[in-house]
């Protein structure tokens, strides 16, 4: 999904994007629910419930549903935080399965203020800049069974 893409023609607020995201069918069909985006787009927390069409052969959590709870957020959070003179979109992911996922697992996203401010003295001269955030999916007893790194690509607009 690019920075210029259908969705980001829209200005969304942080309760209206959460709605849209939860009625969003492929998240809808795989169980993923929006829990949280923070107004000022610091923060969103997304959890998957365990349903019998996200789950794999052996009857843990299907290891594509677990990185597709995360894919957007990170992309998502930093276009809203960084300002629309900016394009931004993901570049390239990678998941780390740790142990299996079973009942319901969370992922707690969050882009501080010094990494937006990173971002924006590394673009100044027009260049581009891939950071990579990561985030951790937890299960109910707060224990992670996997991480996803998430590359983004940054540049000032031209």
Same mark, same amino acid.
């Given at each position: 999904?690019?920075?210029?893409?259908?969705?980001?023609?829209?200005?969304?607020?942080?309760?209206?994007?959460?709605?849209?995201?939860?009625?969003w069918?492929?998240?809808?069909?795989?169980?993923?629910?929006?829990?949280?985006?923070?107004?000022?787009?610091?923060?969103?927390?997304?959890? @998957?419930? =365990? +349903?019998?069409?996200?789950?794999? /052969? &052996?009857?843990?959590?299907?290891? *594509?549903?677990?990185y597709?709870?995360?894919?957007?957020?990170?992309?998502? @959070?930093? =276009? +809203?935080?960084?300002?629309?003179? /900016? &394009?931004v979109?993901?570049?390239? *992911?990678?998941?780390?399965?740790?142990?299996?996922?079973?009942?319901?697992?969370?992922?707690h996203?969050?882009?501080?203020?010094?990494? &937006?401010?990173?971002?924006?003295?590394?673009?100044?001269?027009?260049?581009?800049?891939?950071?990579?955030?990561?985030?951790?999916?937890?299960?109910?007893?707060?224990?992670? &069974?996997?991480?996803?790194?998430?590359t983004?690509?940054?540049?000032?607009?031209?």
């Amino acid at each position: 999904m690019s920075s210029q893409g259908f969705l980001s023609k829209f200005e969304w607020g942080a309760k209206s994007l959460r709605l849209f995201l939860n009625l969003w069918p492929p998240f809808r069909g795989m169980g993923v629910r929006v829990r949280e985006i923070s107004p000022d787009f610091r923060r969103a927390s997304v959890e @998957l419930r =365990m +349903k019998l069409l996200n789950r794999n /052969y &052996v009857g843990s959590h299907f290891g *594509g549903s677990l990185y597709a709870m995360t894919d957007p957020f990170f992309m998502i @959070l930093m =276009m +809203k935080r960084i300002g629309p003179e /900016y &394009v931004v979109w993901d570049k390239a *992911g990678a998941v780390r399965y740790l142990k299996p996922g079973r009942g319901t697992v969370t992922a707690h996203f969050e882009i501080p203020d010094d990494r &937006v401010e990173e971002a924006r003295r590394k673009t100044a001269d027009g260049s581009k800049f891939e950071p990579v955030f990561t985030v951790a999916i937890k299960d109910a007893a707060g224990v992670t &069974v996997a991480e996803v790194d998430k590359t983004l690509y940054i540049r000032k607009k031209k």
